[in-house]
């Protein structure tokens, strides 16, 4: 059974800084591709980054394209998203999630997410 557990979110004034992270358990992390999705309240669940599984490779959407960077720590099974330059429109609740390829499709694995308020 696959287990994720989402932390590190939390309420920030615009232009600061969070750093995620995603703890997951029964499965081989190391060949995991992972992403990380969010959703907006009355919005959809959309991704927003994923990464491979050695790590080489990355995507992003464009809205966070610059200020977010996703990686992962393969011998602690976390995947991290730091996010820099935070915007009233990132406030969402974050979920990571494993992937089939670094920009989807995803497994229907969810944890319990991390809310992020970004005020202005």
């Known amino acids: 059974q696959v287990q994720l557990v989402e932390s590190g979110g939390g309420s920030v004034q615009a232009g600061g800084s969070l750093r995620l992270s995603c703890a997951v358990s029964?499965?081989?992390?190391?060949?995991?591709?992972m992403g990380w999705f969010r959703q907006a309240p009355g919005k959809e669940r959309d991704l927003i980054a994923g990464?491979?599984?050695?790590?080489?490779?990355?995507y992003y959407t464009d809205s966070v394209k610059g200020r977010f960077t996703i990686s992962r720590d393969n011998a602690e099974s976390t995947v991290y998203l730091q996010m820099n330059s935070l915007k009233p429109e990132d406030t969402a609740v974050y979920y990571c999630a494993l992937m089939g390829g670094i920009r989807g499709p995803f497994y229907n694995y969810w944890g319990q997410g991390t809310q992020v308020t970004v005020s202005s």
């Open positions: 029964g499965r081989s992390f190391s060949s995991l591709v």
């Open positions: 990464i491979s599984s050695s790590g080489s490779s990355t």
